[in-house]
Nanobody, 118 residues
C-alpha cells in the first residue's frame, strides 16, 4: 500500500515562495510517476507538475518558469518549489503517484492548503 503525506502549505503574499513536500511510504516502483495537482476553490482538480523516476519533468503552462518539481529517490520524497506566487495559485495542493500506463492507478495524499494574498 502506498501512502502520501504532504506538508509545507501556508499563507504567503503575492510574489512570495513556498516549498511543498510529499513523503511517500510503501512499495515504490521505478515506473511510478509523481506529481502535484491543484484544486482551486470551486474548480476541478488540475495538473500542476510531474516527474518520473528518471527525472523527466512536465509542467502546466500556468506554472512554467515559476514552479520546480524535484524528487529525492533516497528519501522517497517529492518537492514542489513555488516562486513568484500569484493569487490564482491558491487552493489545495495534492500529491499524486501514478502507477502504470494504459490504465494507471492513482494514489493521492490528503492535500495541503496554499493561500496567496494579493
Amino acid at each position: 500500500q502506498v501512502q502520501l503525506v504532504e506538508s509545507g502549505g501556508g499563507l504567503v503574499q503575492a510574489g512570495g515562495s513556498l516549498r511543498l513536500s510529499c513523503a511517500v511510504s510503501g512499495s515504490i516502483l521505478s515506473i511510478d510517476r509523481m506529481g502535484w495537482y491543484l484544486q482551486a476553490p470551486g474548480k476541478q482538480r488540475e495538473f500542476v507538475a510531474s516527474i518520473t523516476s528518471g527525472g523527466w519533468t512536465n509542467y502546466a503552462d500556468s506554472v512554467k518558469g515559476r514552479f520546480t518539481i524535484s524528487r529525492d529517490n533516497t528519501k522517497i520524497t517529492v518537492y514542489l518549489q513555488m516562486n513568484s506566487l500569484k493569487p490564482e495559485d491558491t487552493g489545495v495542493y495534492y500529491c499524486n503517484l501514478k502507477r502504470g500506463w494504459s490504465t494507471p492507478i492513482d494514489y493521492w495524499g490528503q492535500g495541503t492548503q496554499v493561500t496567496v494574498s494579493s
